[in-house]
């Protein structure tokens, strides 16, 4: 097997062994500009014939072909043995080697496993996803205690480049009016909005309180990560999380 790519993320948490993740990177792929280099998105307009490589690339590390959702900022969650072109924004797994993937470009990819090693997870938490409650259908998904579930967030667009309007604001506030605490005033009518903090507060209240990462800026490294609201078009990376035997 080739070396592991050295700008590919290896998530920082203490996960029991058979739980397995990673979150690939805009490094080491096939896709030219200005998708270069690893686009594993095949929704963006790029060569369907780069895509197809680059995930090959990424097959190389996995134990399985991942069922890429169609996402649409939403809150659905689906079983990994359904996931391949479902409607959904998150998946959960309870077998081994199926393999929970979701792709951003600035919106946050938070990976769920529990103490035990029984079952994994993986949300798609751009704005509206988490507004809608992606990640507390996320964790109810998983059907065990909330409290025996740890959480890694992904790189995402940071507290410093997220300007939001007042729709995005009052769409948080509605159902925790200590959310305000995540949204700093920029100028009138915009603030900036703290991805992670927002989706810390939704995995406590949904009962979680083991988290870890959060804090990479998609939209400040060029050179690592896609960026949506940076580039406009450009590529898409994907967080993965499963069940060894």
Avoid at 225 to 243: E, I, N, P
Wanted: with cysteine; charged share 20%; net charge positive.
């Amino acid at each position: 097997m080739p070396e592991f790519p050295r700008d590919w993320i290896l998530p920082d948490w203490p996960a029991p062994a058979r739980v397995k993740a990673l979150m690939t990177t805009r490094v080491g792929g096939v896709s030219a500009p200005p998708y270069s280099s690893l686009n594993l998105g095949q929704r963006v307009n790029d060569d369907a014939a780069a895509v197809a490589r680059n995930r090959a690339i990424l097959r190389g590390w996995l134990p399985s072909e991942p069922g890429w959702l169609a996402q649409v900022h939403g809150n659905r969650v689906v079983e990994a043995a359904a996931a391949q072109a479902a409607e959904a924004d998150a998946v959960v797994a309870r077998a081994a080697d199926q393999v929970c993937a979701i792709m951003v470009a600035d919106c946050l990819p938070v990976l769920l496993a529990d103490r035990d090693g029984r079952v994994v997870a993986a949300a798609h938490a751009g704005w509206r996803g988490l507004a809608a409650g992606v990640v507390e259908n996320a964790v109810r998904s998983m059907a065990v205690d909330p409290a025996r579930v740890m959480a890694w967030l992904g790189p995402a667009i940071g507290p410093g480049a997220f300007e939001v309007g007042p729709d995005v604001r009052d769409a948080f506030l509605a159902a925790d009016a200590g959310a305000a605490s995540a949204f700093v005033a920029a100028k009138p009518g915009k603030w900036l909005a703290d991805l992670f903090a927002l989706a810390r507060r939704r995995l406590h209240a949904a009962g979680v309180r083991e988290i870890h990462g959060g804090g990479l800026c998609t939209v400040s490294d060029a050179a690592r990560f896609y960026s949506h609201r940076r580039d406009k078009v450009t590529g898409r990376m994907a967080a993965l999380v499963w069940l060894a035997d």
